[in-house]
């Protein structure tokens, strides 16, 4: 299998599609298109010129680095694809830190996709000094 890594080249249009192949709510195009433009760094693993994964990234580019949209297309997973992704995301966010600084890369597991990411390294925020994630979706 071919496995090509990009950064920052995924179209809005491949955005969509991704988001669709794992049953998510997908943004119109112009949202997808302003998501990506705004992102610090977009990550794509193409098989045969095809987007199979992405993560993005959005923060401040110094302490908080939030990985965000994490997919790889059902017909891909289970061949290392987002590990490899979450690796390119932590070697980013590595690379942005000057020497002493310490950040915090933070995300929201999909359900039942915890352990994945306990695998990568992270820890689950449920409580004591940190808190529980949170959210609230907001509509104009």
């Known amino acids: ?4 890594a990009e950064t920052n080249t995924l179209t809005a249009g491949e955005f969509i599609d991704l988001f669709r192949s794992v049953s998510w709510s997908a943004p119109c195009e112009e949202q997808a298109a302003a998501a990506l433009q705004n992102s610090l760094a977009v990550f794509t ?6 987007a199979a994964a992405m993560a993005r990234i959005i923060g401040d580019g110094a302490m908080t680095f939030f990985i965000k949209d994490v997919i790889v297309s059902p017909e891909f997973q289970g061949k290392g694809l987002g590990r ?3 690796a390119a995301v932590e070697d980013y966010i590595t690379r942005q830190l000057a020497p002493g600084w310490t950040a915090w890369a933070e995300l929201m597991s999909a359900a039942w996709k915890e352990g994945f990411y306990r695998k990568c390294g992270f820890t689950d925020r449920s409580g004591g000094v940190l808190g529980a994630g949170m959210k609230k979706k907001i509509r104009r």
């Open 1 to 4: 299998m071919d496995i090509t």
């Open 45 to 50: 693993l193409r098989i045969g010129g095809k």
């Open 84 to 86: 490899q992704l979450m």
